[in-house]
């Protein structure tokens, strides 16, 4: 189980605000939250812009990747489990404003 910082959990809240009422995305490598562009055309999902990804890949191996779910729970929605088993990884989910 991943350990998020006050400062990783900040940086989410901040970015979901910034991005309020869409969707936030962005990735966390090593102990530094990358946020990244939502370029989904469904405004409710994400979409991570490649050049963002592949410029937090050139800092470190990706540890987790993260969003928000604007006036919603953090529960994992059907495609978010579908997403989390395909890219083998943590994700983080920030329910905003709560």
Known sequence: MMKLTEKIKNDI????????????????????????RNIAADKNQFEIHHEDLAQA?????IKAYV???PDATARASHMDL????LHNKP???C????
């Open 13 to 36: 809240a901040t970015h979901a605000e910034q991005c309020y009422p869409l969707e936030c995305c962005g990735v966390i490598v090593g102990k530094q939250y990358i946020p990244c």
């Open 57 to 61: 890949e050139d800092l470190g191996e």
């Open 67 to 69: 969003h928000s779910h």
């Open 82 to 85: 579908l997403q989390i088993e």
């Open 91 to 93: 994700w983080v989910i």
């Open 95 to 98: 329910a905003y404003p709560d």
